[in-house]
């Protein structure tokens, strides 16, 4: 998936996904503490304050509720602009508020932040920087223009202008913040909900391909009875149809289609059923298996393994999607980076199971192996590594499903660069990726001699 695919992908995804009923919700909450916070005031204090302007001010509010409401079902999901106009208006409408009571004079204006935090977590870049100007702009004015906050005796109630200062500043720098601390950890979060969505969308599609296997190896054998019983009865009418030779071509051409169907469907799928022999391989034929669409692509991958001793064999492995496209899109990173070699060490003993992936590349940046494996890295590409690798569109997106999917199956990845770190392949100066499972999370428990594995089962489509 490029990234252009993908930027396209995360568009449909984050269109249009808060909901119209969410906002009425936090709009009503606002609503009942800015009603509960003026009455208490006038009552228990007794403020003198422009009650009908911000009765108008909450009502105003309430009135847009309702409309929503009543206007909308509560499964409409806001866009961009709707969930823009929403928060500018709550921030306009609570500014007017806060004019009416004091400006910076009234504690309540630390409320400003959140209309800012929450376009910084929802919104785009450019509508998260329009927020936070007109918050900015009206905090500012609300030092010199606001009506002062009186008593019932007429006092007027202020702070020192020294203390009416640092509230300015301390709202403006929560406001830059606050704003860029939400919208770093959402957009982290949201760049990892992404990649682990595109990690189940490509395993997802290596099982639709298998089970579109299923479905052919199911109808190769199903269909097998009655392409047999049409070749038996079109061989037994080409017998009786000696004296009608042009009848006797039409029944020969109907063995000949039935036989074609039969090699059609013999080449599409060869079982019916899960062999559940195939569930598990030699760890060896496994990461052949991982490697082979990346075999011919001009680098020379090499498959070394060793045990714990020279009689060691190679254990059987369990032959999962996870594992397979995990370690391919490793090998697929190493043949796009080498220059000539790559090579992949495989290494067993009774505890445990390493793969090591090495190539004669450049190797990872030094100042991003401690970001190694996660979603949507980019550092900025050379001119010369644009003439050599033009149509490369890297994200980080890869390594990051690798290391998803690896580690869901028990494993633990393990990032570096090989320079001068292995004496068996001393040209190996490129990256270097480490990968160990515990020996019983990948091997599948051995069996007793003679015993089977079990009756296939039909597949699940």
């Not at 228990?44 to 079902?73: D, H, K, M, Q, W």
């Not at 106009?85 to 921030?91: C, E, G, K, N, P």
């Not at 080409?238 to 039409?250: A, G, M, S, T």
Request: hydrophobic share 45%; net charge neutral.
């Amino acid at each position: 998936m490029t990234q252009t695919e993908f930027g396209q992908f995360q568009k449909r995804q984050r269109g249009s996904f808060i909901r119209l009923r969410t906002m009425i919700l936090l709009r009503w909450m606002a609503v009942t503490g800015q009603f509960a916070a003026i009455t208490l005031a006038q009552w228990f204090y007794n403020l003198r304050l422009e009650l009908g302007l911000c009765y108008l001010a909450i009502g105003v509010s309430v009135l847009g509720n309702l409309v929503a409401t009543f206007s909308f079902p509560q499964n409409k999901r806001l866009n961009e602009a709707e969930n823009f106009s929403m928060v500018l208006f709550d921030l306009l409408q609570l500014c007017f508020l806060l004019y009416l009571t004091g400006g910076l004079h009234n504690p309540f204006t630390i409320l400003i932040l959140g209309p800012v935090i929450v376009s910084a977590t929802i919104m785009t870049l450019r509508s998260t920087i329009i927020i936070g100007g007109v918050a900015l702009a009206l905090v500012t004015l609300m030092v010199f223009f606001h009506l002062p906050l009186r008593t019932e005796q007429g006092f007027i109630l202020r702070i020192p202008d020294l203390f009416v200062f640092g509230q300015w500043v301390a709202i403006t720098i929560a406001v830059v913040f606050l704003s860029l601390y939400a919208r770093k950890i959402t957009n982290e979060m949201n760049a990892t909900a992404d990649a682990v969505v595109a990690a189940q969308l490509a395993l997802s599609r290596t099982q639709m391909l298998n089970n579109l296997g299923g479905v052919v190896a199911a109808a190769a054998h199903e269909l097998g009875t009655p392409l047999a019983t049409i070749k038996l009865t079109s061989s037994e009418l080409i017998e009786d149809l000696d004296d009608r030779p042009e009848q006797q071509d039409d029944a020969r051409l109907i063995r000949e289609q039935a036989d074609r169907c039969r090699d059609i469907l013999r080449s599409m799928g060869r079982a019916g059923k899960e062999d559940l022999q195939i569930r598990s391989a030699p760890l060896l034929e496994l990461i052949r298996e991982a490697a082979e669409p990346h075999i011919d692509r001009g680098k020379d991958v090499r498959i070394a393994g060793k045990g714990p001793n020279e009689t060691a064999l190679a254990p059987e492995a369990q032959r999962v999607p996870e594992i397979i496209h995990g370690l391919r899109n490793l090998i697929q990173n190493a043949v796009d980076f080498a220059r000539s070699t790559v090579w992949i060490d495989v290494n067993w003993t009774e505890t445990a199971i390493t793969i090591r992936i090495m190539d004669d590349g450049p190797g990872y940046p030094t100042n991003m192996l401690g970001r190694i494996g996660d979603p949507f890295m980019r550092t900025r590409r050379s001119d010369r590594d644009r003439a050599a690798r033009p149509e490369y569109e890297g994200m980080g997106l890869g390594l990051f499903i690798a290391k998803t999917l690896l580690e869901r199956s028990g494993a633990q990845l393990g990032f570096s660069n090989a320079a001068y770190k292995e004496a068996s392949h001393p040209e190996a100066r490129g990256a270097m990726v480490e990968v160990t499972w515990p020996r019983e999370a990948i091997v599948p428990p051995e069996r007793a001699l003679g015993e089977g594995i079990g009756e296939n089962q039909p597949f699940d489509i």
